[in-house]
């Protein structure tokens, strides 16, 4: 496609409902990223993919948090048991390889209430 | 871990003015810097980047400097319009790891 692409653009969630954002990537991107943005703040990352392989999940906050890229392209962030503190923006990015020229998608903006 | 410090948080200038974003980095093994734009609501967009073996980029009215010695980079732009107004980022990323270290990012206002 043209460009990242992120569905829904926005969740609303009541606590303790678990949430599934996808991700589709550019066409032949390699690598993909997930990062989480809080309201005024910078994106923190959250993990990492090179092709279907998970190589860095270190900035997923919690055992709630869990990715997935099964065929190598789409991606899924699924978040179980929503908390209120897991309301942001959450935006994914792909890359031809490797974190240089990361493109992002629009984000998802989860609120938790 | 790496640590980036951005300043200034909110930046105004008047159209045709230019504007400085500057950054440090902690990670001397920091290799890859990109500048991202923010709108409302939409998702960073990348500007310019600039590699550790380069010390100044430029693409049309945007620069970026990097000073690997002090561990400081800067985006600059020239003639600024109100369209680039936004919110700006910098990042760094070491080699080896596979992430960004995003900035806090600097409001800048282009004021017509």
């Known amino acids: 496609g043209a460009g990242v692409s992120q569905s829904p653009r926005y969740k609303v969630a009541k606590r303790g409902q678990d949430v599934a954002l996808r991700c589709d990537p550019i066409s032949g991107h390699v690598s993909l990223f997930w990062y989480q943005q809080a309201l005024g703040q910078g994106p923190e990352f959250l993990t990492y993919f090179q092709n279907e392989a998970q190589l860095d999940k270190s900035g997923l906050p919690s055992d709630r948090f869990f990715a997935e890229r099964p065929e190598g392209s789409v991606s899924t962030l699924k978040i179980q048991r929503t908390q209120q503190e897991d309301s942001a923006v959450y935006l994914c990015?792909?890359?031809?390889?490797?974190?240089?020229?990361?493109?992002f998608g629009q984000g998802t903006r989860l609120t938790v209430v | 871990g790496e640590n980036v410090e951005q300043h200034p948080s909110t930046l105004s200038v008047q159209e045709g003015d230019s504007a400085v974003i500057k950054c440090t980095y902690s990670d001397s093994a920091s290799n890859y810097f990109p500048w991202y734009k923010q709108e409302l609501g939409k998702g960073p967009q990348l500007i310019i980047d600039i590699r550790s073996n380069v010390g100044e980029k430029k693409d049309q009215r945007i620069a970026v400097t990097l000073n690997k010695t002090a561990k400081h980079f800067s985006l600059h732009i020239t003639e600024t319009q109100p369209e680039d107004s936004a919110v700006y980022f910098c990042a760094a990323s070491t080699s080896g790891t596979y992430k960004y270290i995003f900035g806090t990012g600097t409001r800048l206002k282009v004021l017509a």
């Open positions: 990015a792909s890359s031809i390889t490797g974190p240089t020229e990361a493109f």
